[in-house]
């Protein structure tokens, strides 16, 4: 699954708007939705952050 996948289906398994989980991972509105839109891949720091997520809810990602 890519990064974009994984991570609008773990938005959406935490039952999260974009801005929600944005505030969540200390980020902007429009990281989010960049990330989710495929345009970008979230920063190493941030990846450290939500891998522990994916491991939670079950989401395994391609890099």
């Known amino acids: ?3 974009a996948e ?3 289906k773990l938005r959406s398994k935490m039952i999260l708007t974009q801005m929600e989980f944005a505030e969540m991972l200390q980020v902007s ?13 979230p920063t190493i720091k ?3 952050k939500l891998a522990p997520l994916f491991e939670k809810y079950g989401i395994e990602v391609e890099d």
Do not use: D, H, L, P
């Open 46 to 48: 941030t990846k450290r």
């Open 29 to 41: 509105f429009g990281a989010v939705n960049r990330w989710e839109s495929g345009k970008y891949k």
């Open 1 to 3: 699954m890519t990064y």
């Open 6 to 8: 994984a991570i609008k």
